[in-house]
């Protein structure tokens, strides 16, 4: 049997970035996927978004060092991952949005978050193209951006394979062997390991790798659907998002990509709970209409594909991020409810840090209670 610190379940948003911060900690990590590569499972349906500009304070301060660690990846590893650091907007057509945006200032500036509110005619100014009638004005935070999921994927799991992980794919875990109440290992449909630690990062199937050691995680999946243009001349900085409800839908966001295309993607309400991951043909007349009513210029462009990605959701759209309390050595990071790419980077280095055990700063402190597995679960994120 071959024996390793630390076994990653899911070699995907969260579990790839912590096996690079765990190698460059130099822990001896193995990353074990179901799939045949990297990112197979949610994180290539993506699209890409990556936001410090949440109302979760623990979001906040994990989106921070992401923010740190994608806008200088090229300049210490060499990787291209198309990052723009284009922005992010939220647009108030309704008093209950500018309502929400503003009161939600409070909160984001106490964390030191470069956000501020514009009213129509400077908001006009970021956004130029945004249909201006009943436009009230937005929000718009400018150190927010965006990169290529494909390219950021591959860059961190090339950066944590040099850095010393072993990533195993096509293997899927079948069990998880504990003792006296302990870790002791992990078996597969390809062989046995031995570790003390297990890291449940198993997105949309963390429910079932929870089954494995007795436990019943409240994570479950639901659909959510993404599309891309046709390349075209540039003309949008900043990712834009409409959270205006309307039938059959919560919330839609897009942004034009460094390379021309616009990607755009929608929240489904109600939400589509399960697995299937087939896309519709529902989705794309009603997220166009949304589109172009907000912004005309798009009416024209062409759809090149849509694909349909899974969200693994908690009860308070928030994740679920501790140590097992049930079983020593088996950690949680799960329920990322559709932000895995962008609380990924953050949070794999603070989950290298609780395995190497090492003195965990006030801050750290703050987002493990707030993410606990064990609290209770009241309402929902306002930004989810």
Not at 54 to 63: F, N, R, V, Y
Not at 197 to 212: D, E, Q, S, T
Not at 300 to 315: A, E, H, K, Q
Request: hydrophobic share 40%; glycine share 10%.
């Amino acid at each position: 049997m071959t024996n390793y610190d630390v076994v990653i379940i899911g070699a995907g948003s969260v579990g790839v970035p912590a096996a690079l911060a765990m190698a460059h900690a130099g822990v001896n990590v193995l990353v074990l996927d179901q799939f045949a590569s990297q990112g197979q499972g949610s994180n290539k349906s993506a699209i890409g978004g990556i936001r410090a500009t949440h109302s979760d304070p623990a979001k906040i301060h994990l989106c921070l060092r992401t923010l740190e660690i994608v806008s200088t990846w090229q300049e210490t590893y060499g990787h291209n991952i198309e990052w723009t650091t284009g922005g992010y907007t939220f647009v108030a057509y309704r008093k209950q949005e500018e309502r929400t945006l503003k009161d939600l200032l409070e909160v984001q500036h106490s964390y030191g978050l470069n956000i501020d509110w514009y009213d129509k005619d400077d908001f006009l100014e970021i956004v130029p193209d945004l249909n201006q009638n009943g436009l009230i004005g937005g929000t718009f935070s400018p150190k927010d951006g965006h990169c290529s999921t494909l390219l950021a994927g591959h860059a961190f799991y090339e950066e944590a394979k040099r850095a010393g992980a072993t990533f195993h794919y096509n293997e899927r875990v079948t069990g998880i062997v504990v003792e006296n109440g302990r870790v002791k290992g992990v078996k597969t449909t390809k062989g046995e390991y031995g570790t003390k630690v297990v890291l449940n990062a198993a997105g949309p199937w963390a429910r079932k790798i929870g089954a494995l050691v007795g436990l019943d995680h409240p994570v479950n999946p639901d659909s959510h659907e993404g599309g891309i243009t046709e390349p075209v001349a540039h003309f949008l900085d900043p990712m834009v998002v409409d959270i205006r409800p309307a039938p059959g839908s919560a919330n839609y966001y897009f942004f034009q990509l460094a390379i021309g295309q616009v990607v755009f993607c929608i929240t489904p309400q109600p939400p589509i709970p399960g697995f299937d991951r087939r896309e519709t043909s529902v989705f794309l007349p009603q997220v166009a209409r949304r589109m172009v009513v907000l912004m005309p210029r798009l009416t024209n462009i062409r759809v090149r594909r849509t694909w349909r990605g899974l969200y693994p959701m908690s009860p308070d759209g928030s994740p679920l991020v501790g140590w097992s309390e049930e079983i020593k050595g088996y950690l949680m990071a799960i329920g990322m409810c559709g932000q895995g790419f962008m609380l990924g980077p953050g949070l794999g280095e603070l989950l290298a840090r609780m395995v190497t055990q090492e003195t965990l700063s006030a801050e750290d402190q703050e987002i493990l209670q707030i993410l606990s597995p064990y609290r209770r679960f009241r309402g929902q994120e306002a930004l989810k």
